[in-house]
């Protein structure tokens, strides 16, 4: 995988704000974000670019989230790219569902702090323990 396939991240968000956010605060980590603005776009996105790391909303208007994970997962050229969920469900029921039961990398709740999202990004691509 050439560095620059490490440092891409496809952002699956409906929220233009927030993906310019996340371009801000992961580019001083010189990420590039590619934002996807639905499941459907955000699918045909990890499929074109095979990205290092997924981050997905789940709540997008055209399929949900959950939907998106489970094809990223069931599919045997894009399983291992590893999902960090950034949602504004936080009840602990829902983190139980994706943490415990899906089993994505890890569960970041909006709003996040910088110093959040930086660490999850990096611990999931294991740039720090």
Do not use: C, N
């Not at 909303?57 to 998106?68: C, E, H, Q, Y």
């Not at 094809?71 to 829902?94: C, M, N």
């Not at 415990?100 to 323990?129: C, D, N, W």
Request: net charge negative.
């Amino acid at each position: 995988m050439a560095e620059s396939e490490k440092r891409t991240i496809v952002y699956i968000e409906d929220d233009q704000d927030m993906i310019e956010l996340v371009e801000i605060i992961l580019g001083r980590d010189h990420f590039k974000i590619i934002g996807a603005h639905g499941g459907e776009e955000g699918l045909e996105m990890v499929r074109r670019v095979r990205p290092a790391l997924i981050l997905l909303d789940l709540m997008l208007p055209d399929i949900g989230g959950w939907t998106v994970y489970q094809e990223i997962k069931q599919s045997p050229e894009l399983r291992d790219i590893p999902v960090i969920v950034v949602t504004a469900r936080g009840a602990p029921i829902d983190r139980v569902l994706g943490e415990h039961i899906a089993k994505v990398q890890k569960y970041v709740v909006k709003p996040f702090t910088t110093q959040e999202l930086r660490s999850s990004v990096r611990q999931v691509l294991g740039m720090e323990s």
